[in-house]
């Protein structure tokens, strides 16, 4: 079989490579892939969100069950590598850009990756000087990417916060959105990795574009294609929630008078 390996340029990411090579055999490659993010993706989720945590872990379980001991503690070494990836480097697209790397893109939909350092140079261009007085004049700001791939833009926008001096934690929602069930994954997982609130929904921008509840875009339409970052449930963002629904409350109460 052709190694992959050799086609990734990053440490961690040709440790995920070398281990991915291993486990495809039995599975495509690309239903390894699949396999990985989706059993990764769940496993954060349930750590969090106690809404959606008996159909994710069924998911998990299923998924995990096609597989001996030894290949899932391959996936868990595959998960390691970028998280340890990551966080040695966060200004990057660790996962989206093994995802073109090792070829597993859908070109006949028309899945191409915009590179990180074209998303970097987007972020840079685009989010002007007074991010600092939006933020002290509102509490916070959002970002939304309606075509988020593995979420490369975002990605860089967190990078272009912190490069700002602003706490992208603490005073930014990521909003994201896919109509493709795993790259929609692999921008939740990345967001979730670096620590940044917010939620990736998983349904077709064009037909079915995110709706939110009350002002702002704190709280979505509740459904079972909403993943929370594990941030999003973080003291602040928990309270400001509280208060859009006390708003909404307070705004029918004054419509019903």
Request: glycine share 6%.
């Amino acid at each position: 079989m052709k190694s992959t390996a050799r086609t990734v340029r990053d440490t961690h990411q040709k440790a995920f490579a070398k281990i991915f090579d291993s486990l495809v055999g039995r599975y495509s490659r690309w239903q390894v892939w699949q396999d990985f993010v989706v059993m990764s993706a769940c496993s954060v989720s349930c750590m969090v969100d106690k809404s959606h945590e008996t159909e994710r872990e069924k998911t998990y379980r299923e998924t995990a069950g096609k597989y001996q001991d030894d290949e899932l503690h391959a996936f868990s070494h595959m998960l390691a590598e970028v998280v340890i990836g990551m966080e040695r480097n966060p200004n990057q697209d660790f996962l989206g850009e093994l995802y073109m790397n090792l070829e597993l893109g859908n070109s006949q939909a028309g899945q191409f990756f915009t590179p990180y350092d074209v998303c970097r140079l987007m972020a840079s261009v685009t989010m002007g000087v007074d991010l600092k007085e939006q933020i002290e004049r509102h509490g916070w700001v959002a970002v939304n990417d309606c075509a988020c791939g593995a979420g490369a833009t975002l990605l860089a926008a967190a990078n272009e916060f912190r490069s700002q001096g602003i706490n992208y934690q603490t005073r930014v929602l990521f909003v994201a959105q896919d109509v493709d069930c795993i790259v929609g994954l692999m921008c939740y997982l990345q967001l979730s990795l670096i620590g940044a609130a917010g939620y990736v929904e998983i349904t077709n921008t064009l037909t079915n574009p995110t709706v939110t509840v009350g002002k702002g875009a704190l709280i979505p339409r509740p459904g079972p294609n909403v993943w929370y970052t594990p941030m999003y449930f973080r003291e602040e963002w928990h309270f400001r929630r509280v208060w859009t629904q006390v708003d909404m409350l307070m705004r029918k109460m004054e419509e019903d008078i």
